[in-house]
């Protein structure tokens, strides 16, 4: 009857769509699915470590389960709940905890949407450009900017 095995994945490939090949105890590379969460599709990279599962004892037939060894910049869950949805290559991530959510990542953020609706404070920091802004708060004279020049936003100072 066969065990689970610890293997390592031979080359890169998408969970549920693409057969991974292992090898494991310097065996030939064993042909395996990995097993992956509905709805979520990952690029596992050939540094990751697998659990090699036979279904029925069956090693024509295996799952694997993939695990990051090198975690990279990635925080760690610390409270009890707490989600992290991390690219352990890139350090980019999604933390959701009891402060709220943190998504971190060192490129461009892109939102493609319909519209984006924002209900709460908005604070930006660093640059920030538009070609148009609604808002539901006129925004008046009381409204002003470090260094302005007047316009139609102040009175000049």
């Known amino acids: 009857m066969s065990e689970i095995k610890i293997a390592t994945l031979n080359k890169s490939c998408v969970t549920q769509t693409e057969e991974a ?21 990952v690029k596992v990279p050939k540094s990751a470590r697998l659990l090699l599962l036979p279904i029925n004892g069956n090693e024509s037939s295996m799952y694997a389960m993939a695990e990051m060894l090198e975690r990279g910049a990635v925080p760690e869950p610390t409270a009890d709940g707490e989600v ?67 316009g139609t936003t102040g009175t000049p100072r």
């Open 84 to 150: 992290i949805l991390a690219n352990y290559v890139t350090g980019d991530y999604v933390q959701l905890n009891d402060a709220g959510m943190t998504l971190f990542t060192k490129g461009v953020l892109n939102i493609e949407a319909k519209s984006v609706n924002i209900k709460g404070a908005v604070k930006v920091e660093g640059g920030f450009s538009t070609d148009k802004i609604e808002s539901s708060t006129p925004i008046n004279d009381a409204h002003v900017h470090t260094g302005d020049s007047g």
């Open 21 to 41: 090949q292992a090898s494991y105890l310097g065996n030939d590379a064993q042909d395996c699915r990995l097993f992956g969460t509905y709805g979520l599709l």
